[in-house]
C-alpha cells in the first residue's frame, strides 16, 4: 500500500500546491534511515523540525499532540454515578469537570428544549428593578449631557 502511494506522489508532481495541506499531502514520505528502522517514530521531534515548514499545522498538531492519553474508558472517567472526581482522581480544573459533567447530561437528553433556563418569579422581579435602575440612570445621565450642553 505505501508502494501504491509512492506512486501516486510520483505521477502526481505536476500539481499546482495552493495552500499548506496540500503541500504537507503531497511532500514525499520520510524514509527512516536503515540503522533506525526499528525505533518509534518520533513524532514531536518530528514537528519540533518541521514546524516551521507547516506552521499552521504544527498549531493544529501541537493541539492534538498535547490531549492526554488515559487508560481508563471517557465514560467511567466521567461517570457522575457512585464517584465524585476529586484531584487525586483527575488533573482538570473544577470548571471543566463541570463543562464535562453538564457536556455528558445535555447528549444524553432527549429533546434540547429541556436545556432553556426558566428564571424565578423571584430572578425575574430582581431583573426588572435592574433594568428600571439603569433606565433611570441612563435618563439622568442625559439630562446632565442635556443641561450642560445648553450652558
Not at 484531584?87 to 471543566?96: A, D, E, G
Amino acid at each position: 500500500m505505501l508502494a501504491d502511494w509512492e506512486q501516486v506522489l510520483e505521477d502526481d508532481e505536476s500539481v499546482v500546491v495552493s495552500n499548506e495541506v496540500d503541500r504537507y499531502l503531497l511532500d514525499p514520505i520520510e524514509k527512516p534511515p536503515a540503522d533506525k528502522k526499528k525505533e518509534e517514530f518520533q513524532l514531536l521531534l518530528w514537528w519540533k523540525l518541521n514546524g516551521s515548514k507547516y506552521p499552521n499545522l504544527a498549531v493544529v498538531a501541537k493541539d492534538v499532540l498535547a490531549i492526554q492519553l488515559s487508560a481508563v474508558a471517557s465514560e467511567s472517567s466521567f461517570s457522575t454515578r457512585k464517584r465524585v472526581i476529586d484531584p487525586h482522581r483527575s488533573s482538570l480544573t473544577p470548571k471543566s469537570v463541570e463543562a464535562l459533567i453538564c457536556l455528558q447530561n445535555w447528549l444524553k437528553s432527549d429533546n434540547i428544549t429541556n436545556l432553556a433556563y426558566v428564571p424565578t418569579p423571584e430572578e425575574m422581579a430582581w431583573l426588572e428593578a435592574i433594568e428600571e435602575e439603569q433606565e433611570k440612570e441612563d435618563q439622568e445621565k442625559k439630562n446632565k449631557e442635556q443641561e450642560a450642553s445648553e450652558h
